[in-house]
């Protein structure tokens, strides 16, 4: 990793969101391209997406400890990069969030060096449920984006259909919103 902080490399930053980009869609299936994305920035309450006014473009806003720190930056970035695949605004779903955290745990060691785990419980949970859908979490993600298109999109009736051995209550949790931390 560079010795320079993130916060003071921003072309590094930039090849590496459009690094884990091409990867969460290699993973997935290709993003939703109505919208530009800009360099990631940091923020105090960071990480999360941050649209701009107009809906034309969007950024993903990491924390100020991975401003200062590289194995922080690719996982946190990694996971946010789940979400540009099709953007919501406000929370999204746990079938989401469990994608992107599967992601984040699976690529940020690779890229990074260092194997950093999420401490939020509904992160955890949400990753723990969609492991649930099948043995291959990513071609089961893939299996529900090349369907819907999106994450955000799905409902219970629709993901019974793709997977119909799996039990009504864990589709319901996976369509719940995840609201993993106030704002």
Same mark, same amino acid.
Not at 100 to 127: C, K, M, N, R
């Given at each position: ?52 006014? @107009?809906?034309? &473009?969007?950024? *993903?806003? #990491?924390? %100020?400890?991975?401003? =200062? /720190?590289?194995? +922080?930056?690719?996982? @946190?970035?990694? &996971?946010?990069? *789940?979400? #540009?695949? %099709?953007?919501?605004? =406000? /929370?999204?779903? +746990? ?89």
């Amino acid at each position: 990793m560079p010795r320079i902080r993130p916060d003071a490399e921003p072309k590094r930053m930039r090849v590496l969101q459009s690094t884990l980009l091409a990867l969460a869609e290699g993973f997935f299936g290709t993003r939703d391209r109505s919208f530009s994305i800009a360099d990631p920035r940091f923020h105090e309450r960071g990480p999360f997406l941050q649209h701009s006014s @107009e809906d034309e &473009h969007l950024w *993903v806003e #990491l924390s %100020n400890n991975a401003a =200062g /720190y590289w194995p +922080t930056a690719v996982f @946190e970035l990694a &996971h946010e990069s *789940v979400h #540009l695949l %099709n953007p919501v605004k =406000g /929370y999204t779903n +746990t079938l989401e969030e469990g994608f992107a955290v599967a992601f984040q745990h699976f690529v940020a060691p690779v890229l990074s060096g260092e194997a950093i785990s999420t401490t939020l419980d509904s992160y955890l949970e949400a990753e723990r449920l969609v492991k649930e859908l099948g043995d291959d979490v990513f071609h089961s993600g893939k299996k529900i984006r090349q369907h819907f298109r999106s994450f955000s999109k799905v409902n219970v009736d629709s993901l019974s259909k793709l997977f119909p051995s799996s039990k009504p209550e864990l589709l319901e949790k996976l369509v719940a919103e995840c609201r993993p931390r106030p704002r």
